[in-house]
């Protein structure tokens, strides 16, 4: 079971702040979402909105055709997992026993996978949650998160802590139990270069609005760098959009963002231009390059 | 997790907590009454004071720490709104009628033990009725007093501590027509001076009391509701 997701004109203000504004988009189904955004774009503010913690000041957001806020169902389906080092240091139960319990909450929680997922983290059971480290606590959220199977489930940053091997399986985890379960998950990061595999779709958001939306090959094929003599780059992205540019002698490299006809390819490649891929990574910051910057 | 399962579950995590305040209670008592007969205290008052702020204290964590957990659990307001109410009737009845059951013990088994009672206003002294309606005074008491506290962590919880220390404020007319109302002498005073009514006079107290519940109700209802959730 997935929930499709529709906002339609969204926007959360804080006092005179608008952390969000007016945001529209549709998420499909059963499908892994990566939510990018640099500190302070709203991903936060928009995920809280997602998962009920707050209402929308603006505009309609529906889940499974229905608004979630005060909705018993869509929020028992929905599981938001955050940094909750603060609250976690106030849990004095047993790592086993809060996986076990979650079954109480989580109809679709899978206690199996749970244990299972623990020992790949190398979660002792017997110990206390707040006992954990800092690490140890983001992986036993993120076993909660896998576990609970919600048909909307949330990861805001929930590797922060995570060792570089402990992230690495984390992700693959998402990706197994995701091929034998699907649901909507949505990842947001900024960690982008480690985990753009994992997404089927990019919603990527700038100082609270969305500035693209499509699958993750369409984003990355909009993508190019381009590298040749400077007048003969200058004289070809003279019409498109350029992300960014390096000049190293006579050589000159830019990256560009937008769709290349063949026609302009053969051109490119005529005029002896390089044209190669650009990552996720690389169109994420220079997309959200501020002007300052 | 169904409405029922979720007030069980919240009233049985309340209990544990009273079970540490109560064993605290029957040791202190227990000190209490000792120091009194070797001549280090005198003139003990016994109510249910402390359990009235075990219950505000109760009431102050409802916002940051239930409401807080179980939202992050799937939880609807609404419906951690239900339990919680369920929960804290329960817990204000549970811990009157221990109450009244210490205080029945220590009356009973202190002569007995060739001790006296350290306090005058004995409880056994009215029989099965005095019993009964002290559970009924300390249930009502409780309970108001736990809805306070909700409703002071609630003006903290969502609008800091700014606001929050207003909500301090306007629950002092609530504690201070309570203070007026335990005091049976005073209020009946006070209402003697309206009318001469007994059933007025027996009853009045009641329904005022009843009337701030039902206020406090609604109004800890109208901020839950929509009450945004922190991170």
Not at chain 1, 31 to 48: C, D, E, F, Y
Not at chain 1, 252 to 271: H, I, R, T
Not at chain 2, 18 to 32: E, K, N, S, V
Not at chain 2, 130 to 158: C, E, P, T
Request: net charge negative; aromatic share 14%; with cysteine.
């Amino acid at each position: 079971m997935s929930y499709a997701i529709e906002a339609k004109d969204v926007s959360v203000r804080y006092k005179n702040f608008t952390a969000i504004d007016q945001v529209s988009f549709q998420l499909e189904s059963g499908k892994i979402h990566g939510l990018l955004g640099r500190n302070g774009a709203g991903k936060t503010s928009l995920l809280s909105v997602l998962s009920a913690f707050r209402k929308t000041d603006t505009g309609n957001l529906i889940i499974d055709g229905e608004d979630p806020f005060e909705n018993p169902r869509i929020m028992q389906d929905t599981i938001f997992i955050f940094d909750q080092h603060k609250d976690l240091e106030y849990s004095y139960d047993k790592v086993g026993e809060t996986l076990k319990e979650m079954a109480y909450f989580r109809p679709n929680f899978d206690e199996t996978l749970a244990l299972q997922l623990a020992e790949k983290f190398k979660l002792p059971l017997n110990k206390k949650v707040n006992q954990l480290s800092k690490g140890k606590k983001s992986a036993f959220q993120a076993i909660i998160g896998l576990a609970s199977r919600a048909p909307l489930t949330i990861f805001d940053e929930a590797y922060l802590g995570m060792d570089a091997p402990t992230r690495e399986t984390f992700y693959n985890e998402i990706l197994n139990d995701q091929e034998k379960h699907p649901r909507t998950i949505i990842f947001s990061t900024h960690l982008v270069s480690e985990t753009d595999y994992l997404f089927d779709e990019v919603l990527m958001i700038h100082n609270g609005k969305v500035l693209l939306q499509d699958t993750n090959e369409q984003v990355i094929s909009k993508g190019f760098s381009i590298t040749g003599s400077l007048e003969q780059v200058d004289d070809f992205t003279k019409e498109l959009e350029v992300l960014n540019s390096q000049l190293l002698g006579g050589t000159k490299s830019v990256m560009v963002y937008g769709e290349l006809s063949e026609q302009q390819k053969n051109a490119a490649n005529q005029a002896g231009l390089d044209i190669g891929p650009l990552s996720l990574h690389d169109l994420f910051v220079h997309l959200t390059k501020e002007e300052k910057e | 997790m169904k409405q029922s399962q979720l007030g069980w579950s919240l009233f049985v995590e309340q209990l544990k907590w009273a079970a540490w305040f109560f064993g605290i209670m029957i040791i202190l008592t227990i000190g209490i009454t000792a120091s009194t007969q070797w001549g280090f205290l005198d003139n003990l008052d016994v109510s249910n004071t402390t359990s009235n702020v075990f219950l505000l204290i109760i009431g102050l964590l409802y916002s940051y720490g239930f409401l807080d957990y179980y939202f992050k659990l799937g939880i609807s307001r609404k419906k951690f709104f239900k339990a919680s109410l369920f929960a804290s009737v329960l817990l204000s009845v549970i811990l009157a009628f221990a109450m009244s059951l210490m205080i029945g013990l220590f009356e009973t088994l202190v002569p007995a033990l060739g001790f006296t009672v350290p306090w005058s206003d004995l409880l056994s002294s009215g029989g099965v009725l005095s019993f009964i309606k002290s559970i009924a005074d300390y249930s009502v008491s409780h309970f108001f007093y736990l809805l306070i506290g909700w409703f002071m962590g609630l003006g903290f919880y969502r609008f800091r501590w700014k606001i929050g220390l207003l909500f301090i404020l306007l629950s002092f007319p609530f504690f201070g027509v309570s203070a007026l109302l335990q005091d049976q002498d005073d209020i009946a005073h006070t209402i003697n001076f309206f009318t001469s009514n007994s059933l007025i006079i027996s009853m009045g107290p009641y329904v005022i009391f009843f009337i701030m519940i039902v206020i406090l109700i609604i109004c800890n209802y109208r901020l839950t509701k929509d009450a945004p959730i922190r991170l």
